[in-house]
């Protein structure tokens, strides 16, 4: 079975700070992870996917099968980067996993 | 493109009452999924779609049902609501399960049991 684990519920830092949200996956075949972001009052939406390789909004998210991570990293921290984070686990067909989600909270 | 839409965006409802929420969509998305969003619970998959005609269970189907008559619709039902059933419900829809397929998501629905 699939699971995602974000382990902090709650993550604050100063607005310039360096700031990585973990998220660890368990999973036996070749995974697609992704990280969606909902602002606050806004729908969930796609930040990043691992195959795209991509950096938005300064966010950058690398796959480390090794470790079975996929962080979301970004160096400079900016106060509307306050958000929730989900990460997500492409799996089954047509079955996707979500962790529990990371609060965000960039202070000024 | 209104992308995924929900009806209704609130409702409350008493224990026992019955209600469909209404997702739709107008990206000819092949899947589409139903969510509930729990405080320190993140996302968990109700029930899903992979196609017209077709549904299947997720990680918590229980006291919910689904139908995709159409293509572009996906509705959820409540037969007899419980307080636990108290949620915000969000529907997605993406174009298949090919790699880096995204989820793209409607704006939710709160649902409150009393």
């Known amino acids: 079975a699939q699971r995602v684990t974000q382990p902090e519920k709650l993550l604050s830092v100063f607005k310039g700070a360096p700031v990585e949200l973990k998220c660890n996956y368990s999973?036996?075949?070749?995974?697609?992870l992704f990280w969606y972001v909902q602002y606050s009052r806004q729908r969930l939406q796609l930040l990043l996917r691992?195959?795209s390789r991509e950096s938005i909004k300064g966010f950058t998210a690398d796959l480390n099968k090794g470790e079975t991570s996929f962080h979301l990293k970004k160096p400079f921290a900016q106060e509307e980067d306050s958000a929730m984070y989900y990460c997500?686990?492409?799996?089954?067909?047509?079955?996707?996993?979500f962790g529990d989600g990371t609060t965000l909270t960039v202070k000024p | 493109n209104a992308g995924v839409t929900q009806t209704p965006k609130f409702r409350v409802l008493k224990t026992g009452q019955s209600m469909t929420l209404l997702c739709a969509q107008d990206?000819?998305?092949?899947?589409m999924y139903w969510y509930r969003q729990d405080p320190g619970m993140g996302l968990r998959l109700i029930h899903y779609?992979?196609?017209?005609?077709?549904?299947a269970k997720g990680e918590v189907p229980d006291g919910y049902n689904v139908s995709r008559l159409k293509k572009q619709n996906f509705l959820l039902g409540l037969e007899s609501a419980a307080p636990s059933q108290t949620s915000v419900y969000f529907c997605a829809s993406s174009s298949g399960v090919g790699r880096g397929e995204t989820q793209y998501f409607g704006p939710g629905t709160r649902l409150l049991v009393l």
């Open positions: 990206m000819n998305h092949e899947y």
């Open positions: 779609s992979v196609g017209e005609g077709t549904t």
């Open positions: 999973y036996s075949g070749s995974p697609e």
């Open positions: 691992h195959i």
């Open positions: 997500a686990l492409n799996a089954n067909a047509g079955k996707s996993t």
